[in-house]
């Protein structure tokens, strides 16, 4: 009788334990940092400068990938990342995120229009919010021979006439991922706060028009061929 209790009780503490390291887990892994958001991200400036300009002040602004921070506790500098969701095996659905703070690129407005806006971002210092996920996805990416992907407008868009507040604007162009580029629509919001145009944006893209296989996994029980592409940036005069 004492030997069986020893079993049972062996037993409930193993089951214990193995339920709470799928529920560490599951913290781990299920913690996806929240859709990009102007709101957000205008908030997050550690600024006093005035918020609600009129953004149609005509000049050349750089990504300033100084200021701000960039975690996935406190993303609030310049970053670009994807998000996919998932289904994990003894865990359910989650929401993978993968981001990089290392991004450069520019816009221009004048004569009433955005003329021009380009981004790039270096994939190959991609992370996600689950570390064991990192090597697979910056390996999906091809990093290794195409770590830079990119996006370029090809054609000026009007901005209506404001009163300080945000602009949201639809954005045509070339989206280059794994060397491939192909016509991409971003949706996306923008605000001058003070000397700093505060850009958020994001587009669906099929991974497979970009020879993007999705990383599998034993614990891996589907994930979807199709994910979001996303931004957050800030603008500086040069």
Not at 27 to 40: F, G, Q, T
Not at 109 to 137: C, F, P, Y
Not at 154 to 169: E, I, N, R
Not at 188 to 201: D, M, N, S, Y
Request: aromatic share 6%.
């Amino acid at each position: 009788m004492k030997k069986r209790r020893i079993v049972l009780t062996t037993a409930a503490l193993v089951i214990v334990i193995g339920a709470m390291a799928a529920y560490g887990v599951w913290r781990v892994i299920s913690n996806a940092p929240d859709e990009v958001s102007l709101d957000a991200a205008v908030a997050s400036l550690e600024t006093s400068e005035v918020v609600g300009q009129d953004l149609s002040t005509e000049g050349t602004w750089v990504i300033d990938s100084d200021s701000g921070s960039f975690t996935f506790e406190e993303a609030s500098g310049s970053f670009v990342g994807f998000r996919i969701k998932e289904e994990l095996a003894r865990i359910g659905k989650i929401t993978a995120v993968g981001r990089t703070g290392e991004v450069d690129g520019e816009l221009r407005i004048g004569a009433g229009e955005l003329q021009s806006v380009s981004v790039s971002a270096d994939l190959s210092t991609l992370i996600t919010n689950d570390s064991r996920r990192d090597r697979a996805a910056r390996n999906a990416l091809n990093v290794s021979e195409n770590p830079i992907a990119s996006f370029s407008m090809d054609k000026p868009v009007a901005l209506s006439a404001t009163d300080g507040s945000a602009v949201s604007l639809k954005v045509k162009g070339e989206l280059l991922i794994n060397g491939i580029g192909r016509e991409a629509e971003f949706d996306l919001q923008a605000q001058l706060v003070g000397e700093t145009v505060v850009v958020v944006g994001s587009t669906e893209v099929v991974f497979a028009d970009y020879d993007v296989e999705v990383p599998s996994a034993v614990i891996v029980v589907s994930a979807e061929d199709h994910g979001v592409v996303e931004f957050q940036l800030l603008f500086v005069r040069p």
